[in-house]
C-alpha cells in the first residue's frame, strides 16, 4: 500500500490478526510486502500490536511512499520468475497503491489490480484471482476447517475501537514536525552551498541534461520534417508508463548495459525512478517497457524496432538515425499517452530525435507534454489509421511548413513508400492554443521559460 488512510490500515492489520490467530499463512508463491505512505502509519500499527500480526503472516516493512508503484519493493523469488517467463504464465498482483499498468509493480507481472489494504491481505492468503472471494475459502485454518473472507473481516466497530485507542495529533506532529530533518544517513551527507548547481561529472544517478545545448536568445526557425523515419508504430491505449522509463533496470537492456559500462553493479541499479536525473539513463529507458508491442517487428514483446531491416532496441536504433541526420516519427493508435509518469514520456520521446507523433487521438496531458518538448502531436483525419496506410515501417514521412503552423489546422503528410510510390493523408496539427505555438517554437517550454527570464 501507499495509503496512509488510518481506517483501512487498521482494518488490514486486524484481518492479519484475525487470519494469524485461525492458523492461515499466504500462499508459498505469493511475494508479500508493506510500504505505507507515512511513517505515522508505523507508529500506530506498533502501538496498536498489529505490526507484529502483519509481520506473522509476511507483510514487513520494505519502505514508504512509492516503493510499490515504482517497482521498488524486490524482484520475485528467482524459481518464481523463471516459472513465469519460461511458461509466458500472466501473474497477478493485488495493490492498495496508484499503478496498476504491466510491468510496473514487477518486469514479471502483466495483470495489476487495486484494492483496499484489508482486501490485499486476504488476496495473499488465498493465492488466486480467478475465484470469488466472498463464495470460496480464504484457506484452511490449523484446524483444517475452511476459513472465509467473512470470517476475518473486522466490523466497523472494531476498527473504530483501536483507531480511537491508538491514533492522536502528536503522532503526525511529532513526525511531520522535522519532516526535513531526515535520518543520520540524510544528515551526514557533505554539501556545499553555492548558487548553482555543480554537476558532478561522475554521477550515474544526476547529469546536466541537453536541453539547452546551442541554445540562443532568438530561437531558429523550426525546420520542416522530411523524410521521417518510423521509430515505433504502435497500437491502442500506449500508455505512458510504455513510453516512460517506470520500475526495475533489466541488465541486458541498453540502460542496464550503460549502467554496467560505468563500473555499477547489477545489485546497485537501483530503479528508473530513482535515476530520472539522468538523461543518459532514462533516454535508454523510453519506449523500453517489455510488454510494448511495435508493430514494425511482428511477434517481438519489448522495445525492439528495425533499422535497415536489422532488429534492434528502439535506444539504439535511434542513436544509429541520428547519426544519419535522419528524423523520427512514431506512429500510433487511439488514446496514446494515457497513464502516468508523463515528463519523461515527452522528455525521452525528445531525446531519441522524434520531431513528430502521429496518432488517431491524444491523451490530453501528454499531448500538452510533447508540445512542451518540442514534439509535434498530429492526429489522423477521420477514418486514417495506421492500417487503412498498412504502414509496415518502410515508409518515410514528409511534413512541410512547419515554422507556420496555426493552431489545430489541417497538415498534409507526404507518404513515401519503399517501392518508389507516393500518397499523401491528412492530419490535424495538435497544438491546441496560440500559447502552445509559442511554447514549440521555442524548441519547448524549458528554453521559452528561460529566454523569458534571461530577457
Given at each position: 500500500?501507499?495509503?496512509?488512510n488510518?481506517?483501512?490500515?487498521v482494518?488490514?492489520?486486524l484481518?492479519?490478526?484475525?487470519a494469524n490467530?485461525l492458523?492461515?499463512?499466504?500462499?508459498?508463491?505469493?511475494?508479500?510486502?508493506?510500504?505505507p505512505?507515512?511513517?505515522v502509519v508505523?507508529?500506530?500499527?506498533?502501538?496498536?500490536?498489529?505490526?507484529?500480526?502483519?509481520?506473522?503472516?509476511?507483510?514487513?516493512?520494505v519502505?514508504?511512499?512509492?516503493?510499490?508503484?515504482?517497482?521498488?519493493?524486490?524482484?520475485?523469488?528467482e524459481?518464481?520468475?523463471?516459472?513465469i517467463?519460461?511458461?509466458d504464465?500472466?501473474?497477478?498482483?493485488?495493490?492498495?497503491?496508484?499503478?496498476?499498468?504491466?510491468g510496473?509493480?514487477?518486469?514479471?507481472?502483466?495483470?495489476?489490480?487495486?484494492?483496499?489494504?484489508p482486501?490485499?491481505?486476504?488476496?495473499?492468503?488465498?493465492?488466486?484471482v480467478?475465484?470469488?472471494?466472498r463464495?470460496?475459502p480464504?484457506g484452511?485454518?490449523?484446524?483444517?476447517?475452511d476459513?472465509?473472507?467473512?470470517?476475518i473481516?473486522?466490523?466497523?466497530?472494531?476498527?473504530r475501537?483501536l483507531?480511537?485507542?491508538?491514533?492522536?495529533?502528536?503522532?503526525?506532529?511529532?513526525r511531520?514536525?522535522?519532516?526535513?530533518?531526515?535520518?543520520?544517513?540524510?544528515?551526514?551527507?557533505?554539501?556545499?552551498g553555492?548558487?548553482?548547481?555543480?554537476?558532478?561529472?561522475?554521477?550515474?544517478?544526476?547529469?546536466?541534461?541537453?536541453?539547452?545545448?546551442?541554445?540562443?536568445?532568438?530561437?531558429?526557425?523550426?525546420?520542416?520534417?522530411?523524410?521521417?523515419?518510423?521509430?515505433?508504430?504502435?497500437?491502442?491505449?500506449?500508455?505512458?508508463?510504455?513510453?516512460?522509463?517506470?520500475?526495475?533496470?533489466?541488465?541486458?537492456?541498453?540502460?542496464?548495459?550503460?549502467?554496467?559500462?560505468?563500473?555499477?553493479?547489477?545489485?546497485?541499479?537501483?530503479?528508473?525512478?530513482?535515476?530520472?536525473?539522468?538523461?543518459d539513463?532514462?533516454?535508454?529507458?523510453?519506449?523500453?517497457?517489455?510488454?510494448?508491442?511495435?508493430?514494425?517487428?511482428?511477434?517481438?514483446?519489448?522495445?525492439?524496432?528495425?533499422?535497415?531491416?536489422?532488429?534492434?532496441?528502439?535506444?539504439?536504433?535511434?542513436m544509429r538515425?541520428?547519426?544519419d541526420?535522419?528524423?523520427?516519427?512514431?506512429?500510433?493508435?487511439?488514446?496514446?499517452?494515457?497513464?502516468?509518469?508523463?515528463?519523461?514520456?515527452?522528455?525521452?520521446?525528445?531525446?531519441?530525435?522524434?520531431?513528430?507523433?502521429?496518432?488517431?487521438?491524444?491523451?490530453?496531458?501528454?499531448?500538452?507534454n510533447?508540445?512542451?518538448?518540442?514534439?509535434?502531436?498530429?492526429?489522423?483525419?477521420?477514418?486514417?489509421t495506421?492500417?487503412?496506410?498498412?504502414?509496415?515501417?518502410t515508409e518515410?514521412?514528409?511534413?512541410?511548413?512547419?515554422?507556420?503552423?496555426?493552431?489545430?489546422?489541417?497538415?498534409?503528410?507526404?507518404?513515401?513508400?519503399?517501392?518508389?510510390?507516393?500518397?499523401?493523408?491528412?492530419?490535424?496539427?495538435?497544438?491546441d492554443?496560440?500559447?502552445?505555438l509559442?511554447?514549440?517554437?521555442?524548441?519547448?517550454?524549458?528554453?521559452?521559460?528561460?529566454?523569458?527570464?534571461?530577457?
Amino acid at each position: 500500500t501507499n495509503t496512509s488512510n488510518p481506517s483501512v490500515l487498521v482494518a488490514a492489520g486486524l484481518v492479519a490478526r484475525k487470519a494469524n490467530a485461525l492458523g492461515l499463512k499466504p500462499k508459498p508463491w505469493v511475494k508479500t510486502s508493506l510500504a505505507p505512505g507515512s511513517q505515522v502509519v508505523t507508529d500506530y500499527l506498533d502501538k496498536a500490536g498489529l505490526t507484529a500480526d502483519l509481520d506473522a503472516i509476511g507483510f514487513n516493512l520494505v519502505g514508504y511512499g512509492c516503493t510499490t508503484c515504482i517497482g521498488n519493493s524486490g524482484p520475485l523469488a528467482e524459481p518464481i520468475s523463471k516459472a513465469i517467463n519460461g511458461n509466458d504464465i500472466v501473474a497477478a498482483s493485488v495493490l492498495s497503491g496508484n499503478r496498476n499498468f504491466e510491468g510496473r509493480v514487477s518486469p514479471d507481472v502483466r495483470a495489476n489490480f487495486l484494492a483496499s489494504p484489508p482486501l490485499v491481505v486476504a488476496y495473499a492468503l488465498k493465492g488466486t484471482v480467478t475465484q470469488d472471494m466472498r463464495e470460496t475459502p480464504i484457506g484452511q485454518g490449523k484446524d483444517g476447517q475452511d476459513v472465509y473472507l467473512k470470517d476475518i473481516w473486522p466490523s466497523n466497530e472494531e476498527v473504530r475501537s483501536l483507531m480511537d485507542a491508538n491514533i492522536d495529533d502528536e503522532m503526525f506532529r511529532s513526525r511531520y514536525g522535522n519532516v526535513y530533518a531526515g535520518d543520520a544517513k540524510w544528515s551526514a551527507i557533505d554539501v556545499t552551498g553555492s548558487d548553482t548547481y555543480a554537476w558532478p561529472t561522475g554521477s550515474t544517478y544526476v547529469a546536466n541534461p541537453p536541453y539547452f545545448e546551442g541554445m540562443e536568445m532568438t530561437p531558429k526557425p523550426v525546420t520542416d520534417i522530411i523524410e521521417a523515419k518510423p521509430l515505433a508504430i504502435l497500437g491502442d491505449s500506449i500508455t505512458t508508463d510504455h513510453i516512460s522509463p517506470a520500475g526495475s533496470i533489466k541488465a541486458d537492456s541498453p540502460a542496464g548495459t550503460f549502467l554496467q559500462e560505468h563500473q555499477v553493479a547489477k545489485k546497485d541499479f537501483n530503479s528508473y525512478g530513482a535515476r530520472r536525473g539522468n538523461h543518459d539513463v532514462m533516454m535508454r529507458g523510453t519506449f523500453a517497457n517489455i510488454r510494448i508491442k511495435n508493430e514494425m517487428v511482428p511477434g517481438v514483446e519489448g522495445g525492439m524496432t528495425k533499422y535497415d531491416g536489422e532488429v534492434m532496441p528502439i535506444y539504439d536504433a535511434a542513436m544509429r538515425h541520428k547519426a544519419d541526420g535522419t528524423p523520427l516519427v512514431i506512429v500510433a493508435g487511439k488514446e496514446y499517452g494515457t497513464g502516468s509518469s508523463r515528463d519523461w514520456a515527452a522528455k525521452g520521446t525528445n531525446l531519441l530525435g522524434v520531431r513528430a507523433v502521429i496518432t488517431e487521438s491524444f491523451e490530453r496531458i501528454h499531448r500538452s507534454n510533447l508540445v512542451g518538448m518540442g514534439v509535434l502531436p498530429l492526429q489522423f483525419a477521420e477514418g486514417v489509421t495506421r492500417e487503412t496506410l498498412k504502414l509496415d515501417g518502410t515508409e518515410t514521412f514528409t511534413i512541410q511548413g512547419v515554422a507556420n503552423l496555426r493552431p489545430r489546422q489541417d497538415v498534409e503528410v507526404i507518404l513515401a513508400r519503399k517501392d518508389g510510390s507516393t500518397e499523401t493523408f491528412l492530419t490535424k496539427c495538435r497544438i491546441d492554443t496560440v500559447n502552445e505555438l509559442e511554447y514549440f517554437l521555442n524548441g519547448g517550454i524549458l528554453q521559452y521559460v528561460l529566454r523569458n527570464l534571461a530577457a
